[in-house]
């Protein structure tokens, strides 16, 4: 996730933006804004503090007036996938120029919070764990693909979608990173060793039965 902190613009032209991750912006404080797909047909919005936009991605927007700081927090492919255990395939918000969340206007007053604060809990956090909040959440994400691949007619390609990764190259290599093995090596080895038990055991049965006999 991208934190950016936007403030006040002297110019009053209209700029065109074009963003190609999905974010939304919340605002600080009250402001009016001026968006619209076209230079001549912009659209005033007044906001107040904690209201939150969706921003359009791959579409060119134009803004124009903007008189106030306002936070915007990107947010990558990878994670809208994760959120929703890959079952969708690609994620894709719907776009809205001005709405209210309690929930996600929480969330992002706490990054923001955080932000200013210089992003104190991320070396706390370090601190606690031995490990940054990113390494921390590939771990977390490796561990459920471990889960995950126990079970035989799992493809690889789902478990990688479904724990967050874009690929199943880079799901691959970030598993080798943390395991120090490959993903088939471990598969191999976990599917080996549960088949063992039941194999010992049915040779097991068979000395019996010679015995009785």
């Given at each position: 996730m991208k934190v950016e902190l936007f403030r006040p613009e002297s110019h009053i032209e209209p700029r065109h933006w074009v963003r190609h991750?999905?974010?939304?912006?919340?605002?600080?404080g009250r402001v009016s804004m001026e968006w619209g797909l076209r230079r001549s047909a912009?659209?005033?919005?007044?906001?107040?503090?904690?209201?939150?936009a969706l921003c359009d991605r791959h579409i060119g927007e134009w803004v124009g007036l903007m008189n106030v700081p306002h936070l915007q927090l990107g947010i990558s492919d990878a994670a809208l996938t994760a959120s929703s255990d890959g079952a969708y395939g690609e994620v894709e918000l719907r776009p809205s120029r001005k709405f209210a969340n309690t929930r996600l206007r929480a969330l992002?007053?706490?990054?923001?919070?955080e932000m200013v604060a210089g992003f104190p809990s991320g070396r706390l956090f370090r601190k606690s764990t031995g490990e940054t909040p990113h390494q921390f959440l590939l771990g977390q994400r490796v561990e459920r693909a471990k889960a995950m691949l126990r079970a035989p007619d799992t493809r690889v390609l789902d478990v990688a979608v479904a724990c967050g990764f874009k690929t199943q190259q880079h799901f691959a290599q970030v598993f080798r990173d943390v395991c120090g093995i490959s993903h088939r090596e471990y598969r191999?080895?976990?599917?080996?060793?549960e088949a063992a038990p039941a194999s010992e055991t049915r040779a097991g049965d068979r000395s019996l039965s010679l015995l009785a006999f």
């Open positions: 991750d999905q974010a939304f912006a919340m605002m600080v912009l659209e005033k919005f007044d906001y107040a503090a904690g209201d939150l992002v007053a706490a990054a923001h919070a191999r080895g976990i599917l080996g060793s």
